[in-house]
């Protein structure tokens, strides 16, 4: 009975990873197709570099999409760095989605009024209740 019941709780964690791979992929798909007349344009691609997610589990980096545009390497570093610091304040504290914009100008940019993660947030606090509502559903279906 304990291995059925362990094997049922692999799976729902699997579900969750999944579903927070496909929410950290909208997040960033949006982001990255902002146009530039609302968000910003690249010069050296650093700061489209820098927006991506990583997925942690009790603080663990368990999945990244990070992605260079144009010469924007120290944007995908960048990126991975700011999101690995996120992801250790969570150590203990099951699955966790970051999703970020890595270049330090990114929250100038926002405050100016420029779209560089907004819509993504917006976007995430939309879907996210929806996917987790599936899921639960899914769950009880299961027992």
């Given at each position: 009975?304990?291995?059925?019941?362990?094997?049922?709780?692999?799976?729902?964690?699997?579900?969750?990873i999944d579903r927070l791979r496909m929410l950290g992929e909208m997040c960033i798909t949006r982001a990255r197709e902002i146009p530039a007349s609302v968000g910003f344009t690249d010069q050296t691609g650093n700061l489209r570099s820098s927006i991506?997610?990583?997925?942690?589990?009790?603080?663990?980096?368990?999945?990244?999409?990070?992605?260079?545009?144009?010469?924007?390497?120290?944007?995908?570093?960048?990126?991975?760095?700011?999101?690995?610091?996120?992801?250790?304040?969570?150590?203990?504290k099951g699955l966790v989605l970051v999703v970020v914009a890595g270049m330090n100008y990114a929250i100038y940019l926002e405050a100016k009024g420029r779209?560089?993660?907004?819509?993504?947030?917006?976007?995430?606090?939309?879907?996210?209740?929806?996917?987790l509502s599936e899921l639960v559903s899914n769950i009880n279906k299961a027992l």
């Open positions: 009975m304990q291995k059925r019941f362990d094997k049922f709780l692999e799976v729902v964690e699997r579900r969750q991506g997610y990583t997925i942690f589990n009790d603080g663990v980096a368990i999945h990244e999409s990070f992605e260079q545009v144009k010469e924007g390497a120290e944007g995908v570093a960048t990126g991975r760095m700011i999101a690995e610091k996120i992801g250790d304040r969570y150590q203990g779209d560089v993660l907004t819509s993504a947030e917006q976007l995430a606090q939309q879907e996210l209740p929806r996917m």
